[in-house]
């Protein structure tokens, strides 16, 4: 606001003077300029928060990057407990069946009843 009360004199005192078409054509396209540079300065300002293709702060990069490997091993963990949970799933009934001998009387269940 302090620059308009002293563009507003300036403009007085310029046409007081009477200058040439050629230096106010000089003064209008800076103002121009000047103005459109405002206005994008405050759009850019406005729309940053909500434009994602800004590079980023270091250490909020940083943090980001952390987060992510974070993820990540917690996503190998839970696999690597899927995993070996299943291999435990298809492991122990064999172990059952070899310490009980289930094997063993189901073949021979087998063998009587295609004899029969």
């Known amino acids: 606001m302090d620059t308009m ?3 507003i004199p ?5 046409l007081a003077q009477k200058p040439s078409r050629r ?3 000089v003064y209008l396209v800076g103002s121009v300029i000047a103005f459109l540079g ?8 406005v729309c940053q928060p909500f434009s994602s293709g800004e590079p980023l702060d270091a250490e909020l990069a940083l943090l980001i990057a952390r987060e992510q490997k974070t993820l990540e091993e917690e996503e190998r963990r839970r696999e690597e407990v899927t995993i070996v949970s299943a291999t435990e799933q298809i492991t122990l009934p064999k172990k059952l069946q070899q310490a009980t001998g289930v094997q063993r009387c189901a073949g021979a269940v087998n063998r009587a009843h295609a004899g029969s």
Not at 10 to 14: G, L, N, R, W
Not at 38 to 45: A, D, I, K, S
């Open 10 to 14: 300036f403009a007085k005192e310029m």
């Open 23 to 25: 230096m106010l054509k």
């Open 38 to 45: 405002t206005v994008l300065g405050l759009v850019e300002t």
């Open 5 to 7: 009360h002293e563009i």
